[in-house]
Nanobody, 124 residues
């Protein structure tokens, strides 16, 4: 089993920045690809970013790749999501997810483990 705990969410103003963290335990972190997803009220869960085992390969949703950056520190069992120039439409619960695949995926069904989520609210 893998346990994932997100942190770093909060309330920010338009144009602000946040860095989300997700700490994994229970399995060798360097053998897990990681993903970030978000879900806003009344909307479907959507893909944000993913990163491979080593961190050498990452992927982003087209609408977010210019503002968001995903990274990982395998020594700390942690994956990060740096979010810049936040907009009200970024308001959502953000989830991290893990899969034993070498590369991450934009599809929720390809992940085996999920965190509890952290709330990000961007005020206008």
């Amino acid at each position: 089993q893998v346990q994932l705990v997100e942190s770093g969410g909060g309330l920010v103003q338009v144009g602000g920045s946040l860095r989300l963290s997700c700490v994994a335990s229970g399995r060798t972190f360097s053998r897990l690809a990681m993903g970030w997803f978000r879900q806003a009220p009344g909307k479907e869960r959507e893909f944000v970013a993913s990163i491979s085992w080593s961190g050498s390969t990452s992927d982003y949703a087209d609408s977010m790749k210019d503002r968001f950056t995903c990274s990982r520190d395998n020594a700390k069992n942690t994956v990060y999501l740096q979010m810049l120039s936040l907009k009200p439409e970024d308001t959502a619960v953000y989830y991290c997810a893990a899969t034993p695949r070498i590369y991450g995926s934009s599809r929720s069904a390809n992940y085996d483990y999920w965190g509890q989520g952290t709330q990000v609210t961007v005020s206008s």
